[in-house]
Structures are given as C-alpha cells and as structure tokens.
C-alpha cells in the first residue's frame, strides 16, 4: 500500500522535493504515530460508540491503515472509515452486529477469516464506548488454505512467471556464486547490490544525474532531468559495476591482502548489507514505486500466458544475456581463466594466470549483472529492500546449483524460480518463499554440493 | 539539552530487558560460534521457538505457563536437531545458509494466515504471561528508585528475572568450557580431524553445542515476549539475528563475560545516540534535518547503519572484539 | 632422546651391509620383537606370524581413477613397518582407509581380528589405534598441557551432562594430568606444559603430536610423515621415540620419503605404486628390489637410491 497511490507516478524534483518529503515524512510519523499508538488508545469519551480502526501489517512489518472502508452497526447506520483507518459510529444502550462490506476492501487485502465480516454481538453500556477488532491481512484470498484449481492456464502462466523469477534470480546468482568460487567468500551483500541496480536506475530515470550533485538540476538530461528508463538502466548498470569493483578495490581486496580470515570477511558482508540496506532505506524511504517510463502495461496474450511487453522484452534480454555469458565463459580468454580460479585457485594461479585481475573482473561483471537483474526486478516495483527479500531465494539457487559454478547458479535459479511460482498451485502464495527453502534443505541433505558442484564435504 | 533525561535513559537502558534478552541470545550464539566454531545465523529462529513454544501452549492449548516454557525449550531442541544433523557433517558455511533460511522461513510460516489458530498468524499471541506476573513480589503500577535508575514493578520483576537467568547461563557456560567437553569442543573447533583422530566424536559434540546454544537462545526469546507480553512475528526478524552477531564480536566471541558486556556497551551505546539526537536543541536538529535529512522519522534507522558500519569495521580491524585474545580469536579461522 | 633402559645407538659401532645385516642389526639394538620377521617371504601380500592389522581387497576410486587397490596386506603386532612409494602411490588415500578417514569403495580391514569396515575415525582410538598428520595437528590455541590431557580416552568429563558436575569428572582429571605431565617429561617438555602450542616451534609441536597421540595408550601408531619437514637433530630424537614405542610393544605404521629414516628404524616395509603394493620385505630386501628401484625412478622422487647401492655387495 503506498501512500503516492493515488497520484502521479513521477516523483517530485530534488529542491522542491525536499518541502514534499518533509510533508510526507511529517504526515509519515503522524500515522505512524497514531497506528502504534491506536491500539492502545481509547477515543476521547463523547458519549458511547462503537469505534475501531482498519489496518494491517504487510510482509515487511509495516502497519497500513485502510480508509474508505464501510462499517455497518444493524440499526443504527454505516460509516467510512476516514484517512487513518478509524471509524466511530455513537450508539444507544444495546447489543449490535457490526458488519464490515468486504466489497469496499482495496484490491490486495482482505479479512484474514471471511466469516468474521459479522460481529454478531457487540455490547455496548454504561457510557463505555466498546472497540471492535476486524483482522485484516495482505493477500487475495479470502477464505484460508483452498488451494484455487490446478488447471493448464494456471500452470502455463505459473511456468512463465517462474521462468520470469527464475531468469532474474540467475543474474544475481551468477556473481554471488563466483565470488565464492572465486574467493571463497560467502557474499552476504550481494542482494544488496541488485536493491542498488534498482535504486540507482530508478534515480538515474528521474533524476538524471542531478540528485547527486544538486546544481546540476536545471541542466538538460542527461544532468539535469530523468532519462529515459532504458538510458537509465544502463547507468544503473554502470553504477551496479562500479560498486562492484569499489568493494572488492577497497574493502576486500585490502582485507584478503591484511589476512583478514574468510570468516571475518563473511561478517564484513553482513555488516555491509546491513548498512547499504539501512542507507538506502534512509535514501530512498521505505515505499514502494515504480519506474517513470513502461509503468502501466496492459498483458500480451501468447496463448494461456499473460505477460506485459516489458516483461517479455526483459525475458528475452536475460536469455541472450545469459548466453552471453555463457560464451563469455567457455571462449574468451577471462572467461576461461574465472572458471578456472572458481575452480581450483592455486592450480589456476601456478598456471600463470592473475588471480588478482579475475577476481577483479568477478566482481565488477557478477555486481553489473546483480544490477541488471534488480533493474529487471524493478519493472514489477522498486522498493529498498527487494534485494534483502530474495537474499533467501539466491543462497536457495546458488545451493542447488553448486557454490562456484556460474553455470549451476543458471541451472539453480531457474530451478527455485520455477520451483516457487509452480508451488502456489498446492499450497498458499504467502508461502511460497518457503519452498525456497524446502529445496535448499533437501539439496543438502541428498546432494550438499549442489546439481553440478564438486564434492567438497568434510570427510 | 536536558543531559540528566538522557544519563537517566542510557544508565536504565544499560540493565534494562534488551540487554539481558540480547545478553542471552548473545551467550547461545557464543557457545555456537565462539566455543564451537558453528556459523549460526539465525539465532533468532532459535528465540522464535521458544518464544512461541510458550505462547502456543499456554494461549492456544490452555496450559500452565511452566509447561509453556517446558516447551518452548523442546521446540528450541528440535529446531537444533532439525537444523544441525544434515548439515554438521557438511563444511561450515552451510550450517550458515541453513540457518539463516530457516529463521527466515520460521517466521514466514508463524505469521502465515492459514496458521491463525496456532501461532496467532500476523497478530501474534497475546495473554500468555499471566502466571510470571502473578508471582510478582513488587507491585505492579509503583516505581521503584536507586540510584540512577528507575523501574516499574512490573519492569523491576523482568529484570531480577532476567539477570538471574543470565547469571545461570554464564554459569553453565562456563562450567562446561572449563570441564574435558569444554575442551574436546575447543580442539574440535580449531581442527576436527585432529580431535576426531583423539577419539572425540566431532558430530555429536557439535550437535550438544548447537542445542545448548539454542536453548539458551530460546529463554532469550521466551524471556523478551513475556517482558512484551506479546508475541509477534515480525520481531524475530533476520536484523535481530545480526544485531546479536554484532554484540558477540564487539564483547569478543569466545569468553564467557563477552556477550552480557558486549550487550550493555551496545545498548547503552545506541540509547545514549538516539536521545542525544532527540534531544538537540532546535538549531541543531534543523541543521541535521536540511544537511543529511535526519528527522525524528529516521533516527531509528540511523542505528542500523551505525550497526552496520560499526559490523564492517569491526571484522575487518578488531575481529576478537575487546575482550578476545589473538591468539583464541575465533574469527581467525581458514 | 632414546629410552634410558635400552643400549644406546653409541654404544655399539655400525654394522656392515649384506644379507644378515637384518639380524645383527637387531641383536645389536636389542629390538624386542627380533626374529619376527625371519622367515617371511619378501613378496607383496606376505602373511606375518602375529597380524595385528589385515587389509584384504581394499579399493578406493575417484571419478574413473582407482587411487588404491590392495589385495591383501598383514601388519606384524609390534614391528615398525614403513609405507612407502614414489608420490601419488596412494599411501596417504590408503593410510586414510585404514585409520576410518576415508570409506573404501569395498574391502575388508580388520584391527586385531575385529573388523573395522565402515567405522568411525573417531572410534578407533578407543579401539587403540591412533594416527597424526602429515601437517602438523598440534591445536595451537590450546597449551601443551591441555593438548595432552584432550588425548586421554573413556574421559567422563567429555560426556555433556557429567560435565556440569566437577565431583564427578575431576578426579580422573587429576589423574589425566599426572599422566600428561609424566609423558611431557618423557619427551623432555614438561617445562613448557602452559605454553600455547601455537607460540611452539615446529619441530616442537611434532613432539606434542607424538606425545599427545600416546596420550590414547594405542596398540597401533599410525604416523603420516613423521619426519617431513624436521630437522636432523630432532629427526634422530623422534626415531628415538619411535623406537620407544616398539619397546613398549606398541605396533608403529609410518608413511615415510626419507629413505634413510625408513633403513634406519624400519622392522618391515611396504612399497606401493600407482595404488598397489608392489613389493614386502626388510630395508634391505627392498633396496635391492628391481621393481622397487623402477617405480622410483619411473617417477620424479628424490630418495637417495644411491646410497642404497653400498649395501648390495
């Protein structure tokens, strides 16, 4: 739920931005405020009501209200809910059923039980207002655990969302996977880098290169307004690689050269995700959005599959580019030379190749790559912390696929990917982040060194 | 600036229920990573099974509170078993992708709807502490004062609690590193073909390490949900998880004090940060608000990224933290 | 340092070479288990009279490569026999089979007439037998004398819940370290039992792996490279122990390169190449083998064949 729904997608300018930002924020921490503070106050006691407040909490924890939703006491009359979810309806004496009209709910949310729309008996006396509780959760259901029909349609497009899921995870799963193979290191921080491909794009889209350096706002774009989303992903690229190259030149590189230890250095990832995370959200606030250009698509239909042109497009784009990729890896010279340090690095080293400029090279191309997988993410919604959303869906694919092998993070990600969208045919959608981890579990047990990994057990 | 509400806050906040709940949750991740070498990261998946081990029997099943923290122990158990049997055998790293997959999903599964009769779902489980309070020797609504600091009856109780538990954990850890399994764990975690060539079963030890470590991981859950008197999914988040990893490493992983110290020095830390930011006189606060856009609004998330910086750093240039020694530092490895 | 009851290596001169020179050698050095091996046949797979451990059909592939294949091996109850083999023999991948630190793909190993297949590394120490490590083992952040008293078997204190209470484990404490103490003094390193064995010097730490490895009292001693990278003065106060460990009765198994380590102690030896075992026999019998001296040569070892030569006349 974001509270730019409503207005215009283009986000305000940097200068006048600010006055806007302080009102959001201002009107932020006032419903904030009044949502945390709100269960546990009562109404000022004009005489007795009913009263209640409409909210629920989404995935990430945080509280939205609901407005404009119609409560009715039976007798007496209906309300709306206002801008903060509240309602108040004054009652004599009595027992009441209160009914909210699940009709006037927004489209993604729903009463987590649909038989309770009717609160029987509410009783109210004594000039004691009573509070009526309507429990209110993310999802479309509205009835708990039917699984809807498992028919072709459902599978096809279930299969091609998955491939959608599947081909955007590989691209982030390939570096987090070489950077292991690589350096052996478990890169905690690598979904923080796709957040940062769909970040910076979405700030190159409307900001130009102008938000960082204030002045340059009056300029024309590239400097000084957006550009257009395809220019804008490119620089999202571009800013993707350099965060690459900027930590493995400064912060890993130094500490691999001090004999920082590979522990240290996977709690240094942590740190790092934590605090990229954290800053972006500081940044960026915690809504969600969506990118200025291709933002409202109607579907394509190909046959049972339902797919938006932007979605089609960047399908196709990953798929040449994972073949890209992939020739890259079995042809050129730095291709060959990443498998081989993935693979064996003291061999790779004594056969005289720079393990220093591969692991260079490894950062650089699997953080642009991360970039481009969290620009083909944001064509859904950009948010600050997508990236740390799928940081369970990567280790899951780079698991099953083998930890080293670029080749097995394609293989694994279209494998979770798939394994995930398919699975909301039987179980619940809210769950299927789980399967995620159902898959990496059985992986380890069955087959710890994933699909095409080389067996490095502990005897 | 009113520097005698801010001392007041920071001293509260040094002995107050966070720093024993994360003081806790520290000295089971310590037995984890510290003595046995384990990569847990989701020590808050542990605190989330106990947490709602003793919420789910005594709110939904109806039995008494004791039985409740009975279970929540016993949840903490299997969780251990469940997690650590496949992937101890396995290199080191996957105990730590494991985990940190698992808490993730613990709480994806406790806050999903279809649980709404189990685990309270998105609303979480309320009414459960009532027999911890009924035993409550101070009174409820009355402060108590000394010295600097100033409780609740209520609060009061949670903390003599709290440090009581906290002693007995220190206590059982440091009994068990100083007896021969203490040992047999330390020799296994520097080198577990040596210690397996000596006759010590590697597996075994390191499966009794990670239960006692989610154990106490898990009084640390049950202990912060009583202190709510909530139970609520979205806490057991992963951050809490880090946040726990950040105390280790700064008290310094592997000594029996490190955590309880690393706790306070962190919470006292943050707290004495947060209220000198509120507590600025308006120019200042004007100043920061125009230059790094800091408001009331985000002060909060300033402690993570100070968190997160003070991790980075901390890893990289101190990984034995104050109190560890070089020569034991558990961060040193491979 | 050489145990005080037996005759020393200065009390009597060196022998001449030839074919009894195995014989003399040991009347010479008073090895108590002379004579064992008269009468074994020099070959591959030769039956000894007292077997302490028997391999039969051992095989261990990776990938399309077999790395071991043994069709039988006995080990004679308290001799010092040398494995040894041009790299990449597979001794250590056999080594690893015989100690439980790596599952033969089939075969059938039998310690003292027990069967040993599929067990543990770690339960064979408490079936007496014990291994070190060709890299150094010693745990560094542990003292000396706490890497000696984590070398006692049957500890109760190692059990979980006895150890939360000290009556019930401390007492054999006491007594684990009393015998730690006496066996660091043995080895000339009691003086430093509270040093971490991390601030020790290399050829220190081989010591305490020694040292520590007795701390199981085994019936077997299985040393990967004792000798690699030690140098001469120590090499001649580890043999000293090694032959201590015979007079104790203790059966010895080492991998071993130098070739003068291997003549100068070794009971028995066993050649391997390319995952077989090529060739039995005394020092002697193998340093005039042909076979022996082809699969040397065959690859690019070091060893000082040529020294051999003055002992083939």
Redesign the interface.
């Known amino acids: 739920m974001s509270l730019h729904s409503g207005k215009r997608q283009q986000a305000p300018r940097p200068r006048s931005g600010?006055v806007l930002?302080?009102l959001v924020?201002g009107l932020?921490?006032l419903i904030?405020a009044l949502a945390f503070g709100g269960t546990a106050q009562a109404q000022d006691d004009d005489g007795q009501a009913i009263f209640g407040q409409l909210q629920?909490?989404n995935e990430q924890?945080e509280t939205v209200v609901l407005p404009d939703v119609e409560i009715t006491v039976d007798g007496v009359g209906s309300v709306t809910t206002d801008d903060n979810g509240e309602f108040r309806i004054d009652v004599p004496d009595g027992e009441y059923s209160v009914t909210l009209d699940i009709e006037t709910l927004p489209p993604g949310v729903s009463l987590?039980?649909s038989d309770r729309a009717v609160l029987p008996v509410v009783r109210v006396a004594d000039g004691a207002s009573q509070r009526v509780l309507f429990?209110i959760?993310e999802?479309e259901?509205g009835a708990?655990?039917r699984a809807s029909t498992i028919n072709f349609r459902r599978f096809a497009q279930l299969t091609a969302e998955g491939l959608k899921t599947g081909l955007y995870l590989a691209m982030a799963a390939i570096g987090l996977s070489m950077i292991f193979g690589t350096t052996?290191l478990?890169n905690f921080a690598h979904a923080e880098l796709v957040t940062w491909g769909m970040l910076s794009t979405y700030f190159f889209n409307f900001y130009g290169f102008a938000g960082a350096i204030g002045f340059m706002a009056a300029w024309p774009a590239p400097f000084g307004g957006g550009v257009n989303l395809i220019f804008a992903a490119a620089f999202g690229v571009a800013a993707g690689g350099s965060m690459g190259w900027f930590l493995n030149r400064f912060?890993f590189k130094n500490?691999r050269r001090?004999g920082?230890?590979?522990?240290?250095?996977?709690?240094?990832t942590?740190?790092?995700?934590?605090?990229?995370?954290?800053?972006f959200?500081?940044?960026f606030r915690g809504n969600p959005r969506t990118f200025g250009d291709f933002a409202a698509q109607r579907a394509v239909s190909l046959g049972p599959i339902e797919l938006t042109r932007k979605d089609l497009l960047a399908m196709g784009l990953s798929i040449l580019l994972l073949l890209g990729v992939g020739a890259y890896m079995q042809m050129t010279k730095m291709g060959k030379a990443m498998r081989a340090v993935a693979d064996n690095r003291e061999l790779a080293e004594s056969s005289g190749i720079d393990v220093e400029k591969v692991i260079n090279w490894v950062w650089v191309s699997g953080a642009a790559l991360a970039a481009l997988g969290g620009v083909f993410f944001g064509l859904d919604q950009v948010k600050w912390d997508f990236g740390?959303r799928t940081?369970?869906l990567l280790?899951?694919a780079v698991?099953l696929g083998g930890?080293g092998t670029a080749y097995g993070a394609l293989v694994g990600a279209l494998v979770v990917g798939l394994a995930i969208q398919l699975s909301t045919l039987f179980i619940?959608a809210?769950?299927k982040?789980?399967t995620?981890?159902l898959v990496?579990?059985v992986i380890?047990?069955f087959r710890?060194q994933g699909i095409l990994g080389r067996s490095?057990?502990?005897? | 600036m009113d520097w005698g509400f801010i001392f007041e806050r920071t001293f509260s906040a040094m002995i107050g229920p966070e720093v024993v709940v994360f003081a806790l949750a520290a000295i089971g991740l310590n037995v984890h990573f510290g003595y046995a070498g384990l990569l847990n990261f989701g020590q808050v998946g542990f605190m989330a099974a106990g947490a709602y081990g003793l919420g789910m029997t005594v709110h939904w099943m109806g039995l008494s509170f004791w039985l409740g923290i009975f279970m929540g122990i016993g949840y903490s158990v299997v969780l251990a078993l469940i997690l650590g049997l496949p992937t101890l055998r396995l290199r080191a790293d996957y105990l730590g992708l494991v985990t940190i997959a698992s808490s993730e999903t613990i709480r994806l599964f406790v806050r999903w709807r279809g649980n709404r009769g189990r685990t309270g779902a998105s609303e979480g489980i309320g009414e459960f502490a009532g027999a911890f309070y009924d035993i409550n020797p101070f009174k409820t609504g009355v402060f108590y004062q000394f010295g600097p600091f100033k409780f609740l009856g209520r609060d009061l109780w949670v903390l003599v609690v709290g440090w009581s538990l906290l002693l007995l954990a220190v206590l059982v850890v440091w009994q068990l590193m100083r007896s021969p399994w203490g040992r047999a764990l330390k020799a296994i975690r520097e080198d577990e073909d040596a210690a397996r060539a000596l006759g010590k079963n590697a597996y075994a030890l390191k499966v009794q390490a990670l239960i006692l470590g989610g154990v106490i991981g898990g009084v640390a859950g049950m202990l912060q949900v009583v202190q709510k008197a909530s139970i609520q999914p979205d806490t057991f988040n992963p951050v809490i998880t880090f946040l726990i990893w950040t105390i280790l490493i700064l008290g310094g992983p592997g000594r029996v004090w490190s955590p309880v110290i690393g706790s306070m020095i962190y919470w006292s830390l943050i707290v004495f940060i947060e209220n000198v930011l509120r507590g600025l006189p308006d120019g200042a606060r004007d100043g920061l608000e125009s230059t790094v856009e800091l408001s009331d609004f985000n002060i909060g998330q300033f402690r993570f990224i100070l968190v997160g910086l003070g991790l980075v750093l901390l890893a990289r240039y101190r990984p034995q933290g104050i109190f560890g020694s070089r020569e034991e530092m558990a961060l040193d490895d491979r | 340092m050489t145990d005080e009851a037996r005759p020393t290596d200065e009390d009597h001169g060196s022998t001449a070479g030839g074919g009894g020179a195995a014989s003399v050698r040991d009347a010479v050095f008073d090895n108590p288990i002379a004579g064992v091996f008269d009468g074994v046949e020099p070959v591959p797979g030769a039956a000894k009279s007292d077997p302490i451990l028997v391999a039969k059909d051992v095989v261990r592939t990776f990938g399309g490569l077999t790395a071991v294949a043994v069709d039988h091996l006995e080990i004679q109850r308290g001799a010092i026999t040398a494995l040894i083999g041009p790299n990449g023999a597979g001794k250590t991948t056999f080594f690893n089979l015989l100690t439980g630190f790596d599952k033969p793909d089939r075969g059938d190993v039998s310690l003292g007439g027990k069967s040993i297949n599929n067990v543990a590394s770690y339960k064979l120490a408490k079936q007496g037998m014990v291994r070190t490590f060709q890299l150094t083992k010693a745990l560094s952040r542990l003292t000396v004398i706490e890497n000696m008293k984590l070398g006692a078997t049957g500890q109760i204190g190692e059990s979980f819940w006895r150890a939360l209470i000290t009556p019930l484990w401390s007492a054999q404490e006491k007594d684990v370290e009393r015998r730690a103490t006496e066996l660091l003094e043995r080895f000339n390193m009691a003086h430093m039992s509270d040093e971490f064995a991390g601030t020790m010097s290399g050829g220190q730490r081989k010591l305490i792996e020694m040292a520590r490895a007795l701390m199981t009292d085994p019936r077997i001693v299985m040393l990967d490279e004792p000798m690699a990278g030690v140098n001469p003065a120590l090499t001649q106060s580890l043999l000293g122990h090694v032959k201590g460990l015979r007079s104790e009765g203790r059966t010895v198994i080492f991998v071993e390169h130098d070739m003068d380590v291997v003549r100068d102690i070794s009971d028995w030896v066993v050649v391997m190449a390319e995952g077989a075992i090529i060739a039995e026999g005394t020092p002697d019998d193998i340093a005039s083998n042909p076979e022996v001296i082809d699969a040397y040569l065959g690859s690019h070892h070091d060893s000082d064949l040529s020294e051999d030569e003055e002992f083939e006349s």
């Open positions: 600010r930002s302080y924020g932020s921490i904030a629920y909490r924890g987590s039980d429990p959760v999802g259901f708990p655990d052996g478990v912060i500490a001090a920082v230890g590979l522990i240290a250095q996977m709690v240094m942590i740190g790092l995700s934590i605090l990229m995370r954290y800053l959200l500081y940044n740390f940081l369970l280790f899951a698991t930890l619940d809210e769950l982040n789980m995620a981890l990496m579990v380890l047990l710890p490095e057990r502990i005897g």
